[in-house]
């Protein structure tokens, strides 16, 4: 046993420390902050190709591929990094298509697309999720009619978030409608400037924008077909195994800022700090974050063993956002009143971050499938419970 | 990063999981509850015999020279099989301290003795302020020429009434500095003026409340130095709650695989229970308990074993563990329904054995005060 990182990965977290304190910029960050972690924005692009350039946003990948053939521990232990320090974390062509990718993609494809992959240049958009089919991802009926080397597209996708500021749509659409639902489904790469998409903005509760978008007569070339044709369901559930980890950085530097508050702040005389049940909750919530650290390698490790994750991954995902959902809401009753006042008021708390998480942390547990399907996972795949 | 255990851990693990089930069903377990005793001297020399007893204590003094951290894999299958009798008691707390406060006489003694089966220890650290806390050691020990005189009562003392010698943790010195001023004593339990009474406790354990009338000990039974025992009783304090949480992540194994024999045995409603989609949540939820309990205990225990600062570590477990724990008995009771109910049915061992361990060498609440300390609020 050995819960610590080997000595090569504690100086590559130097490294990386190093890089992210000195690269960010307040402008970087606030425009990480407004769109929600994701990644493709123009500030974004220019620290994450910084990044890229040193093998940190692959670094698992081979290297012909633009990785370094690093741990996955290496790998979890970055992205987690990531977050703490404020970077985009959210990356769809790197840590969800490009996997998948990698492991079901023709030479050719992976020659394409994955150095320009690894290389930041190029960023996807999740495109999944469709007016009826949220959880039931199954249900999907963007229709792709097959016209020899290209397909037409039709059809509507909902909450599909990065579309606005991404380069290509990782798509799933239906090729075959008469057969069982899920064998009838393939995976696309579709250039977003493709004539024919539009992409209308829906303004979440957390201020950051995802999207619906139309496709009307859409041309793809065959060539960027993933795998196999109406193979696509089951390369979206890979995808889907590598979406569900969940770093708990952000949050876990909202808590570390939390806990200074109370080290600082005065109330009647002493400070928070000293309050029994502050104390209690702060302590509460460090605990479950060590327990979500040790889920989150714990899928490192698997991986690193040449096994994959099962429910483990439903199990991180689960915990670590409804952890995260606890922790912003400690830190709302801590600030009490202030807990309101927005960024930008000189009343403001923790630069109004407490309010700002405290609701985007409502969607972490609906995305990359529900706290319920999750536990459902668990149950089914973990526990072998009849389905 | 290497989660697992190595292979002579494994095989550790799955030669203790084979003899426990064939010596210690649960029906002996129910036995032993209402035994006297609390243990039968053949299962004890059977023990002694696989070298468990010894398993930490270095070889010079007839151990075996293993780990902390195979102590824990051991600890989690008696746990698992809700070993009874004095094991916790003689090893961890008698043994332990022994290992870190005896003088080289002492230990070369009774921690041989305790790797044959052959001696009995136990620790008397409790009082009826019922704490973990320097604060709460009011037992005192006054000079007296060559001796010192122990007078008070400690409780919830496990396995006294077995035990040969009793490590008594008493004050020798008033102070504002509680910490200070506590020293251990090992007192032969027959000394004159030790009365030991069992106390009837909802798990079956065997806790004593134990008298000190004016026990007369010599000075050479001072374990450590004078005034200085409390940090040694915290070290012993901190392994016990880690060796706690083991046996509770055995427990809640056992707990986890009662359960989901009897969802996916159980119909209702022309179906398996198991099928319902809130029990498969409360199934979901137990395994989360269980392996989050888990990962917690072997980090703690391999932070214990490789001698890294474990404070933090320690505190976050009990508290996790304990709470944790009891949860998932709980919904696993849920799970199963009436039957989980009747005595007969082993679930209810582990619902009180959970509770019991859960407040043994501090509670939730205390661990998550000490690591508020740890982490400066
Ligand atoms: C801000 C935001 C961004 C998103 N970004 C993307 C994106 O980039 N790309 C993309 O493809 N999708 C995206 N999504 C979609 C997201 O993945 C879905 O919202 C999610 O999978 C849930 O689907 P739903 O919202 O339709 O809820 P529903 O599926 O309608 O679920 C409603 C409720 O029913 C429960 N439920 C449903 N089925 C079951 C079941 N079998 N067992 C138990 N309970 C069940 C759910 O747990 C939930 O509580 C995004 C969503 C949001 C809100």
């Known amino acids: 046993m050995d819960f610590e990182f080997t000595k090569e990965e504690k100086a590559l977290q130097e490294e990386v420390r190093e890089f992210m304190k000195k690269e960010s910029t307040p402008e970087m960050l606030k425009e ?3 769109m929600g972690d994701i990644y493709g924005g123009p500030e974004g692009r ?8 040193k093998g940190w946003l692959t670094p698992t990948w081979p290297k012909e591929y633009g990785g370094l053939g690093l741990s996955d521990v290496a790998s979890y232990m970055i992205r987690e990094e990531m977050g703490y320090h404020g970077l985009p974390f959210g990356f769809v062509a790197a840590h969800m298509a490009g996997p998948t990718i990698l492991r079901f993609g023709s030479d050719e494809m992976k020659k394409k697309w994955l150095p320009r992959i690894a290389s930041g240049e190029l960023e996807f958009a999740l495109g999944y999720t469709e007016p009826q089919a949220g959880s039931d991802l199954s249900a999907l009926n963007l229709r792709a009619e097959d016209k020899g080397d290209y397909f037409i597209l039709n059809g509507n996708k909902l909450f599909n978030t990065s579309c606005h500021i991404a380069d290509c749509h990782w798509l799933a659409c239906r090729t075959d409608f008469d057969v069982a639902k899920h064998k009838g489904v393939s995976m696309m790469i579709v250039d977003l400037k493709s004539p024919g998409i539009t992409i209308s903005p829906l303004i979440t509760m957390a201020g950051w924008q995802t999207n619906e978008v139309v496709y009307e007569d859409v041309r793809v070339p065959k060539e960027n077909l993933v795998g196999e044709k109406n193979k696509g369901f089951y390369y979206l559930m890979a995808a889907l195994d590598f979406e569900r980890m969940f770093p708990l950085g952000r949050y876990h530097r909202v808590f570390d800022e939390l806990v200074e508050y109370t080290k600082e702040t005065i109330v009647d005389g002493k400070t928070l700090s000293k309050d029994p049940l502050i104390r209690q909750k702060l302590a509460q919530l460090s605990t479950e974050i060590e327990v979500t650290r040790l889920l989150y390698y714990q899928l490192a490790h698997i991986l690193d063993k040449g096994g994959i994750p099962n429910y483990q991954s439903s199990m991180e995902k689960t915990f670590a956002t409804e952890c995260a959902q606890r922790i912003v809401n400690v830190g709302m009753d801590i600030l009490g009143l202030y807990g309101q006042i927005k960024e930008g008021s000189k009343w403001a708390q923790l630069k109004g971050k407490v309010e700002k998480f405290y609701r985007t942390s409502i969607v972490e547990t609906i995305y990359a ?13 973990g526990l072998g419970l009849p389905r | 990063m290497d989660y697992d255990l190595n292979e002579e851990q494994e095989l550790l693990k799955k030669a203790a999981k084979g003899f426990l089930s064939k010596e210690c069903k649960p029906l002996f377990v129910r036995e ?5 005793q609390g243990i039968t001297p053949e299962l004890w020399q059977k023990m002694a015999e696989l070298g468990w007893m010894g398993l930490i204590f270095p070889e010079e003094y007839g151990g075996i020279g293993g780990s902390y951290l195979d102590l824990m894999v051991l600890l989690v299958e008696m746990g698992y099989s809700c070993l009874p009798g004095p094991f916790f008691s003689t090893v961890i707390l ?10 080289e006489e002492k230990k070369q003694e009774l921690l041989g003795g305790i790797a044959e089966g052959k001696i009995f220890v136990t620790l008397a650290l409790t009082e009826a302020t019922a704490g973990y806390s320097p604060e709460r050691i009011a037992v005192k020990a006054e000079k007296d020429a060559d001796a010192f ?7 919830f003392v496990p396995d006294a009434h077995l035990a040969n010698y009793i490590i008594c ?30 106390l009837k406790t909802f798990a079956g354990d065997k806790l004593n409340e134990v008298v000190f009338n004016n026990v007369k000990v010599p000075k050479g039974n001072i374990m450590g130095e004078l005034d200085k025992g409390w940090p040694i009783v915290k070290k012993v304090l901190q392994k016990a709650a880690i060796a706690k949480c083991a046996e509770m992540v055995g427990g809640g194994q056992r707990a986890l695989e009662l359960a989901i024999e009897q969802v996916t045995e159980r119909e209702q409603f022309g179906v398996k229970v198991g099928s319902f989609q809130a029990v498969q949540h409360h199934c979901a939820n137990i395994v989360t308990y269980l392996d989050t309990s888990r990962l917690m205990t072997h980090q703690a225990a391999w932070r214990i074993s490789e001698g890294l600062p474990c404070e933090r570590e320690i505190a976050m477990t009990k508290a996790w563990v304990t709470d944790s724990c009891r949860s998932l008995v709980a919904l696993a009771h849920q799970a199963v329904g009436g039957t989980g109910f009747m005595e007969e049915h082993d679930l209810q061992l582990y619902f009180r054995r959970t509770k019991a361990a859960g407040v043994y060498f501090g509670d939730a609440d205390f661990h998550r005060e000490a690591l508020a300390d740890v982490m400066g609020l």
């Open chain 1, 46 to 53: 220019k620290i994450i190709r910084k990044m890229a350039a």
């Open chain 1, 369 to 381: 499938g529900t706290s319920e399907i999750q536990r459902n996972i668990i149950a089914q795949r």
């Open chain 2, 169 to 198: 943790v008493a004050r020798t010195k008033e102070g504002e500095n509680k910490e200070d001023g506590i020293t251990l004593f090992l007192v032969d339990a027959k000394s004159q003026g030790v009365v030991i009474t069992p």
């Open chain 1, 32 to 34: 990480t902050e407004d």
């Open chain 2, 94 to 103: 008698g043994g332990m301290t022994l290992m870190e406060a005896g003088d």
């Open chain 2, 149 to 155: 005189v122990i007078s008070g009562t400690k409780l």
């Open chain 2, 32 to 36: 032993m509850e209402e035994d006297p």
